[in-house]
C-alpha cells in the first residue's frame, strides 16, 4: 500500500513540476533550480563526454567508413545504370543511322521499280556454319512470300525460304544452297559484260561468281550486280542491278572451262540487324 | 536499506551522465540503446516497486536537468517505468526462466516509455511522425537494449545482489 502511494506521489510531484515549469517563465524557480543543478552536474558530463570522446570519434571513423562505403555503392550502381542507359542510346543511334540508311535506299534511284518495301528486323541469326539462314520478324501478313528477295542498303542479302503470319526465314548468300545470276559492271564497259553465278566460295570466306566466260574482261576493283534477267516468262528472283560484292581476285587456268572470280560481298553477314524484303507490287 | 537507496542513486546518476554524454551519441538509424531505463528496470527487478518508481523520478529528474528540457516530464515517465519493472519483478519472482523474464520486462518498459515519450510530446503540441518513430527510433532502441539487457542486469545483480531466502518447509526453532 505504501508503496502505491509512494510512487502515486512521486507522479503527482512529477506533474506538478510538469505544470509549473510549463506555466512559469524562464526566470521562475523552476528554471532557477534546473540550471542550478546543471550547474552541480555539468562537471560530471564534462568528465562522462571527455571519457566518450575517443569512443565517439572511433564510432564516428565507423560511421563514416561505413557511409563512405554506401556511397560508393550508390554512386557504383549510378554509373552502372548510366552505362546501361549510354549502351541504350548507343544502340538506339545505331539502329537510327541503319534506319536511315534503309530508308536512303529504299527511296534512292538505285531501290527497283516494281518492288515495294518491308523493313524486317531480323530476329535469330544464323544457328551455325551449315544453315545460313536467319529469321526476321515479317512475314506473310506483310505480303512477303517465298522467293522474295532480301536486301539491305550496302546489297543483297538472300531470298525468303519460308514464311509464316509473322516470321520469314531468309537464306544467306552464304548458304551452299544460294545461286545468283550476276554480272560485272566495270568502270570501262564493254560490249559483252561478264556474267556468272554467285555462289559461296567453297574454299574462302566470301562469293565466288562462278561460270564466267575466260575470254570476258573481269578486273580486280569491279563492280558485281544481280543481273535480273528474263526469258519469256521466266524470270530471275532478283531485280537487276542490285550490289552484291567486288571482284577481288580473278583465275584463269587452261585446265578450268571458266574463270574463278573471287568476290568480297558488300554485306556483312555476321551483323544483319534489319533488312528490306522486296515485295512485288 | 540505506545501502541499497545510496547505490542506486549512484547507480542511476552514472547511467544517466552515461546516457546523456556517451550512448546517445551511438545512433542506429535513430534509436540508441537506453541503459538508464534498463537500469531501472533492473533496479525495479531486483528491489522491488518502490525502489524503481524512487529511482525512476530521480532519473526523471536528472536527464531533465541535464537537458535542460521540461522539467517533470522525463520524471513522470520514469517513474511510471521503474513502478512496473518493480510489479513485474514481484509477479514474476517464481518464474524460472530469468533471462525470459528480464527481456520480456525490457521489450514492455521500452514499448511503454517510448509510447508514453511520444504521446506526452502530442499532448504538449509537439509534432512527431508515428512512423518514424516507431521504425527509426523504436524499433532501434528496442534492438539494443535486448542486446545489453542481459550483460546490464548480470553488472545490476552485482550490485544488487538478491537478499538470502529463508530455507521453506525446514525445521522451525522454537526457543524454549
Not at chain 1, 230 to 242: A, C, E, H, M, Q
Not at chain 2, 43 to 57: E, N, S, T
Request: charge should be negative; include cysteine.
Amino acid at each position: 500500500m505504501a508503496r502505491r502511494v509512494v510512487a502515486a506521489v512521486l507522479i503527482l510531484v512529477s506533474l506538478a513540476l510538469l505544470t509549473i515549469y510549463l506555466r512559469e517563465d524562464d526566470e521562475g524557480g523552476l528554471h532557477a533550480a534546473q540550471r542550478l543543478g546543471l550547474a552541480v552536474l555539468s562537471p560530471l558530463e564534462v568528465a562522462g563526454e571527455r571519457i566518450a570522446r575517443p569512443f565517439q570519434d572511433a564510432y564516428g571513423y565507423v560511421s563514416d567508413l561505413v557511409g563512405t562505403k554506401q556511397d560508393t555503392d550508390v554512386l557504383e550502381a549510378r554509373i552502372a545504370s548510366l552505362e546501361e542507359q549510354l549502351r541504350q542510346y548507343q544502340n538506339a543511334a545505331e539502329e537510327n543511322e541503319r534506319l536511315r540508311g534503309l530508308l536512303d535506299y529504299v527511296d534512292g534511284a538505285r531501290f527497283p521499280d516494281d518492288y515495294r518495301p518491308v523493313v524486317g528486323r531480323v530476329i535469330a541469326q544464323p544457328a551455325n556454319a551449315y544453315n545460313q539462314t536467319i529469321v526476321v520478324a515479317a512475314g506473310s501478313d506483310k505480303g512477303i512470300t517465298p522467293g522474295s528477295p532480301v536486301v539491305t542498303d550496302e546489297g543483297l542479302v538472300g531470298l525468303v525460304s519460308k514464311v509464316t503470319g509473322g516470321e520469314a526465314q531468309v537464306t544467306l548468300l552464304t548458304d551452299e544452297s544460294a545461286a545468283v545470276s550476276a554480272v560485272v559492271v566495270s568502270p570501262q564497259p564493254s560490249d559483252t559484260p561478264a556474267r556468272g553465278i554467285i555462289e559461296p566460295s567453297p574454299s574462302a570466306a566470301g562469293l565466288v561468281l562462278d561460270r564466267v566466260d575466260k575470254a570476258l574482261v573481269v578486273n580486280v576493283g569491279d563492280t558485281v550486280v544481280s543481273s535480273g534477267w528474263t526469258l519469256g516468262d521466266l524470270s530471275s528472283r532478283y531485280p537487276y542491278n542490285i550490289p552484291i560484292g567486288t571482284v577481288t581476285s580473278v583465275g584463269r587456268q587452261d585446265i578450268d572451262l571458266y574463270a574463278r572470280v573471287q568476290v568480297e560481298p558488300f554485306v556483312d553477314f555476321d551483323s544483319l540487324a534489319e533488312v528490306v524484303i522486296l515485295v512485288k507490287r | 536499506m540505506i545501502a541499497d537507496v545510496l547505490k542506486a542513486a549512484v547507480l542511476v546518476t552514472v547511467a544517466a551522465v552515461l546516457q546523456i554524454s556517451f550512448v546517445n551519441s551511438f545512433e542506429l538509424v535513430e534509436g540508441h540503446a537506453d541503459i538508464l531505463l534498463l537500469s531501472l528496470v533492473c533496479v525495479g527487478l531486483l528491489r522491488g516497486p518502490l525502489f524503481g518508481a524512487c529511482a525512476g523520478f530521480w532519473a526523471g529528474l536528472l536527464v531533465d536537468t541535464m537537458t535542460l528540457e521540461t522539467l517533470g516530464l522525463t520524471s513522470l515517465l520514469l517513474t511510471l517505468a521503474g513502478y512496473l519493472a518493480g510489479r513485474i519483478g514481484e509477479l514474476t519472482s517464481d518464474h524460472q526462466n530469468q533471462r525470459a523474464r528480464i527481456l520480456i520486462s525490457v521489450i514492455l518498459l521500452t514499448i511503454a516509455v517510448e509510447v508514453g515519450t511520444l504521446l506526452v510530446h502530442l499532448f504538449l503540441g509537439d509534432s512527431a511522425s508515428v512512423g518514424t518513430i516507431v521504425g527509426r527510433v523504436l524499433l532501434p532502441t528496442l534492438a539494443l537494449n535486448l542486446v545489453l539487457a542481459i550483460p546490464w542486469y548480470a553488472l545490476c545483480r552485482r550490485v544488487f545482489p538478491p537478499p538470502a531466502r529463508r530455507e521453506r518447509g525446514g525445521p522451525e526453532v522454537i526457543a524454549v
